[in-house]
Structure formats: C-alpha cells, structure tokens
C-alpha cells in the first residue's frame, strides 16, 4: 500500500519520474551502506540521486527504519518488524518487496515515510533489486545487539543497506548539533551511550551503531541538505 503520496514526494508520475532524474555515473564500486534523510523528498532529492547513483542494479536493498513511537502495545515485546513480501505497484514502476522472517510492520508502514521515500529511485536507478524493509525500536543494549545479529544475517555480500535517519531531533540548534553528529560518524565514535544522556538526538542512532557494529568499514559524507530550520539533514555512505 502507497500512504505518503502527494505529502513527501509528488503523486503526479511525470512529475515524480522528473524528480527522480537519471543514474549519473556508472556504479563500479558499492558502498556497503548509506545514511539518508527522511524529509520531504523534494528538499533533499540530490542526496538521493548521488547515493542511488552508487547502486548498481539488481544489488539487494535492505532499508533499516527506525521507529519514531514504541511499538504497539499489541505487538510488545517485539521490537523488529518487517515489510510483507509483495509487489508493490509504485506510481513509477513495481518494487518488489521481500520477506525478513520477522513480525509484519502493516501499522508502521502507515505511520513511517522512510520506506516510501525510497521508492522513486529505487524505480529509476534499482528496477530490478530486491527490498527487504526493518523497522526497528530497538533502544536497550539487549536490543542493539538483535538488531547487530539481524543486520549481520543481512549481509550476504550482494546487500547494500540504508538508514533512514536524521542528523538530529527538532532543535534551535540543529547546525552545530549535525555538525557534530556528522563529525562522530567519520570518526567512527561509539554512539549509543550519548544517545542514551541526550548528547546525541539523531533518530536512527541505534541501528547506525547496529549497522557500524555488523558492517565493518568508515562513514564518508556525501553532503547536507541545509534547507530546514528546525532539524539537522546529511547523507552519508560507507564503504
């Protein structure tokens, strides 16, 4: 099911295929995973297009999407949640969606536009991957590391992984704290303790130290996108 048209990106296809552009490049060489925005598609498509750019066709995605409220109080104690296997029929083209052995994340899908935001390029660049779609809340270190095993079962040498997160929550002070957020990425600082002080507020902090933890390699920045006053927004890959 499609829930965020017309609200994130564009529902009109012509205008959503403009959007998305075309693959500049060839991708030789894929980063093992990429840190992405969730925001309105519009404000942050060249940080899209530049990581998509890097996919190579037909490489399995494995988008890891955190949660922005706890889970149902009908799904606890789970804390994993994936999208079900289907073809979704996307405005500009079929995804093909598959199946990550956990419980199914329907209510999320609904609540969550980070899956979605990756649709529009995933249809331009990626015709012919494969998605598999975690939502996690995972917050304890108990949890962290389920995510680290997930994340590491993932890895079969022909997956890319994308994080969907923020450099910060909403602050006054979102451009020095991105600053700093973007700065203990590259240098390869554990986060999850500043995460729990408060220190750091980016949202998907969890699974990028579960992602760190799984995937061994260093965080390189792709750009920021510097058009929003109340949050911090940056792209990043690894190799």
Known sequence: MIYHSGIF???????????AGERSGNADRCPKAFILPHM?????????????SMIPDGRRIAALLPLHRPPLEKDRPSFLFSSRGRTEHFITG???????????????????????????????????????AIFSAALSA????????????????????????????????????MDRMIE??????????G????????CGTPIIEALSRAVPGKWELIGKAGNDRKAGHAALFRW
Request: charged share 30%; with cysteine; glycine share 6%.
């Open 9 to 19: 990106y564009p529902s009109d296809r012509d205008r959503l295929a403009e959007l």
């Open 40 to 52: 309105d598609l519009r404000r942050c498509i060249g940080l899209y297009r530049k990581a998509f």
């Open 94 to 132: 079929d995804i093909e969606i598959d199946e990550a052995g956990l419980p199914h994340a329907d209510a999320y899908e609904k609540e969550e536009a980070s899956l979605e935001l990756l649709f529009p390029l995933v249809a331009s660049y990626c015709p012919s991957s494969h998605i598999i």
């Open 142 to 177: 108990g949890e962290v590391r389920k995510l680290t095993e997930t994340v590491h079962s993932l890895d079969d040498g022909n997956t890319v992984f994308i994080v969907s997160s923020n450099m910060t929550g909403l602050t006054d002070n979102h451009e020095a704290e």
């Open 184 to 193: 203990r990425l590259l240098s390869g600082e554990p986060l999850l303790d």
């Open 195 to 202: 995460y729990r002080k408060g220190h750091i507020s980016a």
